[in-house]
Structures are given as structure tokens and as C-alpha cells.
């Protein structure tokens, strides 16, 4: 999985993860709290005593550490569900031709993606051999340049290519031409019927910064680590999972 290099993706990264851990102590007290104060009254300890309550927690902590990591991926869990509830139509509906599968399929898998980044390339064939076999499957790409300048001037490129119906051809053609660089953008361009002098004016234009802009703020609240990052019902896998992950995922949500 590559991670992201732009300083405002990586501080927000590092914010929550603290937050994660803070959150997980709260977690933690807010549900042993619970139980204490479910207990009936005994000698030493009575129903609403703060202090007593406090220690119990206290001492409940010191003596099982192991249950914080379970609380932060439960908490972690919890959020990002809830995250991907508020912003589901923002996730799944993809910028124009930007989509392949099944128009109205029963399942949308969403790939978060780089050009740049070499487990998103990885990832293509898992994807490809998704939407061969699986005839309900609908996958949305979701442009989240985070690597390098190349990497924007890909995306927007790769945005024009779906204005004009010609996304998945254009996606396929650059993912094949190698480095991503300016000549291998505008070939993969020409190669889809886009003509050099409209691929150069995608690039320089500010056409295309907030689709790219929205996606960047969709990836940090649904806290992904990086790219390629996969949201399925309401889950998220980050990195190149593979494909087995990806059809369990996918085969999860219609089990619900």
C-alpha cells in the first residue's frame, strides 16, 4: 500500500490516530462504567460512588491491556461505518463515465486510487476478474492523487477521458504505458481518441480540482492510509488486498 505524501493528508493521519487512541480510552471507561454501575450495592462498593467506579476502571485497564487495540479497531470500526453512512451516495455515485460493471448493480465497490501507485496497478487484474465474473458488480474509481504532480495531471486527464466516454480505455492505456510521466499521459490520451492539445489544457485547467479535492476530503473521513483504499457495503480495506478479500467483501454485503 503506498502511503500519501502530501503534508495535509499525512497531519491529518497522525491527528487520528491520536484521536483513535484517546477515543479507545473514553470507549473503554464509558463500558466498564456501564458495567459498574449496573452492579447491586455491596459492602465496599455502592451504586454512583465516582471514585469507586474510577478504580474499577482503573484497575480493569492495568490488568487487561490487551483489550485496548480491540477497542480502537472496534471504535476505528464503529466510525468508519458511520462515515461511510453520511457520505454513501458522495462514495458510490462516480464523476461521469468513471465506473465499470453493471449500471445498476446490486453491489458498488469503490476504488480510491493513484496512478503513481504500484499496488493500485497490482490491483487491476483482481478488479478486472471481479467485473468478468460478477454481473451485478458495479466498481467506481475515485481519483485521489496523493503521490505526485504527475499524479494529478494523470487525474485530470483521466477525468476528461470520462467527460468523454472513453474512462475504462484511457485507464487501462496508462496503467499499461509504465512510469507516469507527461509523455505517457498524453499517449495513453491519443490512444483513446484525445488529442494532445486537449490533454495539455485538462492539466493546466482548475476544471477538475474539485472532484479531485472532494475525493481527497472523502478518503480522510473515511480514514484511509493511503492508496489504493476499497470501501464495500460498510467496509473499508486499505492497501492491495487481493482478490479472494475483495469477492468476500463483496459477497458480505449481499449475505446481509
Known sequence: MTEPSRPGFRAALSNRTIQMTLGAFAFIAATATGAALGMQSTGSVAVGDKAAIEKIVRDYILEHPEIIPEAVERLQAKRVSDSIGESRKAIETPYAGAWE????????????FDYACGYC????????????????LK???????????????????????????????????????????????????AKVGIDRQAA??????????????SNIALAQ??????????????????GAVGYDALKQAVAAVRAK
Open 221 to 238: 473521513k473515511l480514514r484511509a492510509t493511503g492508496t489504493p483504499t476499497f470501501v464495500v457495503g460498510d467496509q473499508v480495506l486499505n
Open 139 to 189: 466498481v467506481v474509481y475515485r481519483e485521489l492523487p496523493i503521490l505526485s504532480d504527475q499524479s494529478a495531471d494523470a487525474a485530470k486527464v483521466s477525468l476528461l477521458a470520462a467527460d468523454k466516454g472513453q474512462y475504462m480505455p484511457y485507464h487501462r492505456a496508462l496503467y499499461a504505458g509504465g512510469k507516469v510521466t507527461r509523455e505517457t499521459i498524453l499517449a495513453a490520451a
Open 101 to 112: 460493471g453493471a449500471a445498476n448493480g446490486d453491489v458498488t465497490l469503490v476504488e480510491f
Open 200 to 213: 495539455e489544457a485538462a492539466m493546466a485547467s482548475s476544471k477538475y480540482d474539485a472532484e479531485i479535492q
Open 121 to 136: 496497478r497490482a490491483s487491476l487484474p483482481d478488479l478486472a476478474k471481479l467485473v468478468g465474473e460478477d454481473k451485478g
